[in-house]
T-cell receptor
Framework: LAKTTQPISMDSYEGQEVNITCSHN???????ITWYQQFPSQGPRFIIQ???TKVTNEVASLFIPADRKSSTLSLPRVSLSDTAVYYC??????????????FGGGTRLMVKP | ETGVTQSPTHLIKTRGQQVTLRCSSQ?????VSWYQQALGQGPQFIFQ???????GRGNFPPRFSGLQFPNYSSELNVNALELDDSALYLC?????????????FGQGTRLTVV
């Protein structure tokens, strides 16, 4: 399974755009890139998934360069409630059934007033 | 709210005891996975059940076992509890499909082994 590397922590202020970059140098051809968000004492929550180029939904955008060896999660105009741990995951190609997700350590985002 | 419910929410057990954790999957989801999350770390995959059979397993010893029932609900059983088993245990349900990495997690069961 492809290993991911992301910053341990980041600080931001309300209203700013936050970009969290994840590197996955040995990503496989059929691997997808997925981001999850986790608040304290809760289970992770799916944010966004992509394969290449750019994906946008109502919560975030995901930028993936052509070589797919990294990806950037972009959170527009963060608020205090976006303070959480963000996980970058790579995989999804071996799923004849459901998802066997491999989480790393994640990035702890602290949004300040 | 994901529709995935876990019980109990908190549990305290003594070293050497056995524990059973329960999970009800989101309606229509036939795949359930279990994860262990130690404090300050990311969730670690324990195993997955698909249509009542174990479909994959992470690096956990055999004393971690599970079941999935015809209604797709699931149990995680841990025998001979050790202090290091203290963690948040998460259940996630999903639908099968190549490239589908969206899983719906429950709130977890916080297990403390003393």
């Amino acid at each position: 399974l492809a290993k991911t590397t992301q910053p341990i922590s980041m600080d931001s202020y309300e209203g700013q755009e936050v970009n969290i970059t994840c590197s996955h140098n040995n990503i496989a051809t059929n691997d997808y890139i997925t981001w999850y968000q986790q608040f304290p004492s809760q289970g992770p929550r799916f944010i966004i998934q992509g394969y290449k180029t750019k994906v946008t939904n109502e919560v975030a955008s995901l930028f993936i360069p052509a070589d797919r060896k990294s990806s950037t999660l972009s959170l527009p105009r963060v608020s205090l409630s976006d303070t959480a741990v963000y996980y970058c995951l790579v995989g999804g190609r071996n799923n004849n059934a459901g998802n066997m997700l491999t989480f790393g350590g994640g990035t702890r985002l602290m949004v300040k007033p | 709210e994901t529709g995935v419910t876990q019980s109990p929410t908190h549990l305290i057990k003594t070293r050497g005891q056995q524990v059973t954790l329960r999970c009800s999957s989101q309606s229509g989801h036939n795949t359930v996975s279990w994860y262990q999350q130690a404090l300050g770390q990311g969730p670690q995959f324990i195993f997955q059940y698909y249509r009542e059979e174990e479909n994959g397993r992470g690096n956990f010893p055999p004393r971690f076992s599970g079941l999935q029932f015809p209604n797709y609900s699931s149990e995680l059983n841990v025998n001979a509890l050790e202090l290091d088993d203290s963690a948040l245990y998460l259940c996630a349900s999903s639908l099968p499909g190549q490239g589908n990495t969206e899983a719906f997690f429950g709130q977890g069961t916080r297990l403390t082994v003393v």
